[in-house]
T-cell receptor, first 113, second 113 residues
Framework: AQTVTQSQPEMSVQEAETVTLSCTYD???????LFWYKQPPSRQMILVIR??????QNATENRFSVNFQKAAKSFSLKISDSQLGDAAMYFC??????????FGEGTQLTVNP | EAQVTQNPRYLITVTGKKLTVTCSQN?????MSWYRQDPGLGLRQIYY???????DKGDVPEGYKVSRKEKRNFPLILESPSPNQTSLYFC????????????FGNGTRLTVT
């Protein structure tokens, strides 16, 4: 079974600085999708960014970008110019064509003013 | 407004008293699923449904039932709740699991005493 590991339970960053959240996964599949979701205190789950495994180019969404290393099975999220509104729990998730969406344990991000 | 609606938002009950958490989506999505979120464990999939009358177990199905009699509704049933089912529950849906964003409900905080 596939697993997703987020080794940083908590991270903090100064406002306007850059922070990287790490995620590794274990799979024998060659075709899959990876996601980062954000969960603010409101509990709402918000999709931040997605990456298709067959694409070599790293996905980018405004201040959010990923570093996808397929051979290393690593999928880190970089947040540039951090804002107070970025404070949230961040979940990495892995999806195969078999319809199983597996989440990591989460990383709680604090943004300090 | 396109949304996934879960009810109730909060529920406190006692061991053994059957309960149902409702989930409804108005986007004509084929795929629906239930997750539970526990500290340090992230979100774990309970059940999912690829379409009407098609349901499958996720990673933690024990103690739960689901049904998909209509496309828009996917209720989660706890026939005999136990304290270890105290958790935050999310319903989610997408048009197709692959290639479509997953829309989440706002969550149901369940406490079983």
């Amino acid at each position: 079974a596939q697993t997703v590991t987020q080794s940083q339970p908590e991270m903090s960053v100064q406002e306007a600085e850059t922070v990287t959240l790490s995620c590794t996964y274990d799979t024998s599949e060659s075709d899959y999708y990876l996601f980062w979701y954000k969960q603010p205190p409101s509990r709402q789950m918000i999709l931040v960014i997605r990456q298709e495994a067959y694409k070599q180019q790293n996905a980018t969404e405004n201040r959010f970008s990923v570093n996808f290393q397929k051979a290393a099975k690593s999928f880190s999220l970089k947040i540039s110019d951090s804002q107070l509104g970025d404070a949230a729990m961040y979940f990495c998730a892995y999806l195969t064509s078999g319809s199983r969406l597996t989440f990591g344990e989460g990383t709680q991000l604090t943004v300090n003013p | 407004e396109a949304q996934v609606t879960q009810n109730p938002r909060y529920l406190i009950t006692v061991t053994g008293k059957k309960l149902t958490v409702t989930c409804s989506q108005n986007m004509n999505h084929e795929y629906m699923s239930w997750y539970r979120q526990d500290p340090g464990l992230g979100l774990r999939q309970i059940y999912y449904s690829m379409n009407v009358e098609v349901t499958d177990k996720g990673d933690v199905p024990e103690g739960y039932k689901v049904s998909r009699k209509e496309k828009r509704n996917f209720p989660l049933i706890l026939e005999s709740p136990s304290p270890n089912q105290t958790s935050l529950y999310f319903c989610a849906s997408s048009f197709r699991l692959i290639g479509s964003p997953l829309h989440f409900g706002n969550g149901t905080r369940l406490t079983v005493t």
